[in-house]
């Protein structure tokens, strides 16, 4: 955590004006010696003197001890990223103990506050038990009311209120979350095509490159989105197998024309292992293994790269830009020290308990094994 600077703001302040120490001692109404142990950091000035020295130096006290309220995004980068390692190197509640101090230090930095609040989400199943499971998320919703209940921008509440939502699934309060999204979440609603009028009227002004990023972000978007929907869909109907094979079989074909296991590995790698998992539920072991080696090669991806970050290709070659503007950018939600851990958890499914013995689910475990 930055530490205050009023000692060296107040002589590079003094300097600025081409003051002395006695002068400014002065017109405060203390001694030169008060101001050298200002500068020196051996004493701080009471806080109707810091007011004067504020006022003297017109600025406010904020910037003269150097509090920052607000974080700028190159900063909540950096916090997230170095959190998100202590998480996967150091024990958890010495870092949550970080996470909070952080938060209530910039409880004001709504921005700030909602990637604290994604970490969380990301992170709080490491908590060693479920009470201390449920106190973190508790915890994140809390965060979740005061971005919702303070903060003047829409886009910020927005998220906040999905993650909140995510928040009670986790809490196993599944009606709070309906009350919560069904009055916003409805096919039917006119603001799905706010960003096809957007495109449209970039080119009636002659915006083309605009136009030609934003609909390429929709594209890449509403391909993400099918992925996932597509995953969804496969859970909620496991028990028809036929209806499930159609599925595979038309998502696969869109993966293989976007190059998605390069686009995208780790989404790839969660459709393949949930075909995985329809598959050896319905008894389909051979299917069911095809599926888990086509998983295994999009985690191997991920695990062998030197960094696990979201990116466009040829096809997709407008994102970069917009990729920086997103809260985190680039940079992955969790730590990769996670991924071998993640997938170990994951093949523990009781759906592959038909195929765990096999010698080929053994050797996909074992590339990651610790």
Not at 80 to 108: I, M, N, Q, W
Not at 153 to 164: E, F, G, M, P
Not at 173 to 183: F, H, S, Y
Request: overall charge negative.
């Amino acid at each position: 955590m930055d530490e205050l600077r009023l000692p060296n703001n107040i002589i590079r302040l003094r300097h600025e004006r081409k003051i002395t120490q006695e002068e400014l001692a002065d017109f405060l109404g203390v001694t030169k010696a008060s101001v050298s142990k200002w500068e020196n950091a051996q004493s701080t000035p009471d806080l109707p003197v810091l007011l004067q020295l504020a006022a003297y130096f017109d600025m406010t006290l904020d910037e003269l001890i150097g509090y920052e309220a607000q974080l700028t995004r190159e900063q909540i980068r950096r916090f997230y990223t170095e959190l998100s390692a202590d998480f996967a190197e150091r024990p958890f509640e010495e870092t949550t103990e970080k996470v909070c101090s952080l938060a209530h230090r910039y409880y004001s930095c709504y921005p700030f506050l909602l990637q604290l609040c994604v970490l969380y989400l990301n992170h709080f199943m490491l908590a060693e038990t479920e009470n201390a499971q449920m106190q973190i998320l508790k915890e994140t919703a809390l965060w979740c009311d005061h971005i919702i209940d303070n903060c003047s921008d829409v886009n910020i509440c927005s998220d906040a209120l999905i993650l909140k939502a995510n928040i009670s699934l986790c809490l196993g309060n599944a009606k709070e979350v309906v009350g919560i999204l069904e009055p916003t979440e409805d096919p039917i609603r006119l603001s799905g095509q706010k960003g096809l009028v957007l495109v449209k009227a970039y080119q009636m002004v002659g915006e083309y490159e605009k136009a030609k990023s934003h609909i390429q972000i929709r594209e890449y978007m509403d391909l993400l989105n099918l992925m996932s929907d597509a995953m969804m869909s496969l859970a909620l109907h496991i028990e028809d197998l036929e209806r499930c094979r159609i599925t595979i079989c038309r998502i696969r074909t869109i993966m293989e024309q976007y190059q998605l296991e390069q686009l995208h590995p780790n989404l790839a790698a969660q459709f393949h292992y949930q075909a995985a998992a329809v598959y050896a539920a319905n008894g389909e072991e051979k299917e069911a293994l095809e599926a888990l080696r086509l998983f295994d090669r999009c985690a191997l991806r991920i695990l062998h790269s030197e960094k696990v970050l979201l990116q466009g290709d040829s096809y997709f070659d407008r994102l970069d830009e917009w990729i920086a503007r997103l809260p985190l950018g680039n940079i992955a939600p969790r730590s990769k020290e996670f991924i071998p851990r993640n997938i170990r958890d994951s093949l523990c499914c009781p759906a592959f308990e038909s195929i765990k013995e096999t010698s080929e689910f053994q050797r996909i475990l074992n590339h990651f094994s610790s």
